[in-house]
Each structure stands twice: as C-alpha cells, then as structure tokens.
C-alpha cells in the first residue's frame, strides 16, 4: 500500500478514536490532554519514518532472499532432474547389461546340454554296439549248445527207447531201427 493512502486512513481513525473513547470511558484515548495528542503525533511520526524506512531497504533486502531462495530450489531441483535422468541410463544400462548377460549364460548353457547330449549319444552307441556284439555273441554259444544238446537228445532218447525195450522184453532191439523211430518222434515235436 503506498504512502499516500496511509496517511489520510490513519488520520481519519485519529479524529474517530477520540470520540468513542470518550464515549466508552477510555480516559488514555482522551485528545484534549496536549501529553496524549503528542505522544500519537510521535507515534504516527515514528510508525510512518519506520515504514519508509523498511519499504526502501529491509523489505528488498527480503524480497531478495525470497528471490535467491526461489533461484537455488530451482537449481537443486534442475540438479535432482540431471541426477534422476543420470541413474535412470544408468538402471537401462544396467538392465541390458543383465540381459546380456542372462542371453550368454544360457547359450552357455544350450551348448554344454548339447555337448552333453552328444557326449551321452556317442556313448549309448558304443554300449549299444558293445551289448549288440554280446548278444550275437551269446545267440551263436546258445545256437551250438542247443545244436549239442540237440544231437545228445537224440543219442540219450535212442539209447533210453533200447534200454526200455530190452527190459520190458528181454530182447535187444535193431539200433538202426530204434534211431529212425527217436528220430521221427523228435521231428514230429519240432525238436529233430
């Protein structure tokens, strides 16, 4: 508020206070008395040389720290921005740091399961041509114990069918007879 409009709104509350003090039996506010009317001139003097006194320095001097206050927040917060965008490059950095190196570690992986694949490939082959080879192996031994025991069947069958007749009949067979019936009942069974 300037000056100007003040003076006359204090000067007007001065003329008006006198009254209704008065009035309501306020004896300090009484302006017949010249000691009361000096010491509110004085004051008003003093109130009004304070005030121009503080409009022309103190009231700068806070609107400048107001001012310089208002600028650095500005600065910090323009820092804080630089400082936020900074470790945000640095989190997306980061980021596809981690993902890179997430990618080789399992390409790394893929390619000792592959290797291990292989290797476990490589090594069911040779046991399975290893245990192919065995089982040949043992077929054939079965095959030529099956053949001996085939021609021993035969030897023991024709020589139990003799034994047998000449017990029970007291003769001795024809052997080459008693060889072509053992030898027709074993092809009769599939086993001659």
């Known amino acids: 508020m300037k000056l100007s409009r003040i003076v006359p709104l204090m000067a007007a509350g001065l003329l008006i206070l006198p009254a209704a003090a008065m ?8 302006f017949s008395t010249p000691l009361t009317l000096s010491q509110v001139v004085w004051g008003a003097i003093v109130f009004i040389v304070l005030y121009i006194m503080l409009s022309k ?20 917060l323009n820092e804080a921005r630089a400082a936020k ?26 390619a000792a399961l592959e290797q291990a694949k292989n290797a476990a ?35 023991v069958a024709s020589e139990t069918a003799a034994t047998v007749v000449t017990r029970l009949t007291g ?22």
């Open 121 to 155: 490939a490589a090594q069911a082959e040779t046991l399975n041509a290893r245990l192919e080879k065995q089982l040949h192996d043992a077929e054939t031994q079965i095959a030529g114990a099956r053949a001996s025991a085939m021609s021993a069947i035969r030897q």
């Open 171 to 192: 003769l001795s067979p024809d052997p080459a007879r008693v060889d072509n019936a053992v030898a027709s009942a074993l092809a009769a069974r599939g086993l001659g």
């Open 85 to 110: 965008a900074s470790a945000d490059a640095g989190m997306a950095e980061a980021d596809q740091a981690t993902a890179k190196a997430r990618a080789e570690s399992q390409a790394a992986i893929n």
């Open 57 to 76: 320095t103190g009231l700068p001097m806070v609107a400048s720290v107001l001012e310089e206050r208002a600028t650095k927040i500005a600065k910090d």
């Open 23 to 30: 009035a309501k039996g306020m004896p300090q506010l009484d």
